[in-house]
């Protein structure tokens, strides 16, 4: 399983970007698909999690209302739509792939994680 992130960047304060997550090695209906964020000196907090099977998802309450999660299952990518960036959004954003038993923000359900892509937001 591989998963890599691309899209990130330094954008202004009430900027967006759009991250996005391409996988191989791996179907989209047998995995839950995630996004995780590690700012500097925190614990890695988790913002969405994702399920093609049924298209649920699952936003922490930081980033609802402002992030939205999309999928394009032929190409096997899923995005982080990131609209109204804050610079308190600033991390480092992973995707990452756990086992079909529900949708999860907890970090340690994911199993498969790619490399990580820096967003940062300034004032």
């Known amino acids: 399983v591989q998963l890599v992130e691309s899209g990130g960047g330094l954008v202004q304060a009430g900027g967006s970007l759009r991250l996005s997550c391409t996988a191989s090695?791996?179907?989209?209906?047998?995995?839950?698909i995630g996004w995780v964020r590690q700012a500097p000196g925190k614990e890695r907090e988790g913002i969405a999690s994702?399920?093609?099977?049924?298209?649920?998802?699952y936003y922490a309450e930081s980033v609802e209302a402002r992030f939205t999660i999309s999928s394009d299952d032929g190409k096997n990518t899923v995005y982080l739509q990131m609209n109204n960036l804050k610079p308190e959004d600033t991390a480092a954003y992973f995707c990452?792939?756990?086992?079909?038993?529900?949708?999860?923000?907890?970090?340690?359900?994911?199993?498969?994680w790619g490399q990580g892509i820096q967003v940062s937001v300034s004032s």
């Open positions: 090695g791996l179907t989209f209906d047998d995995y839950v």
């Open positions: 990452a792939a756990g086992p079909p038993r529900g949708l999860s923000l907890r970090p340690h359900f994911y199993t498969a």
């Open positions: 994702y399920s093609s099977n049924g298209g649920n998802i």
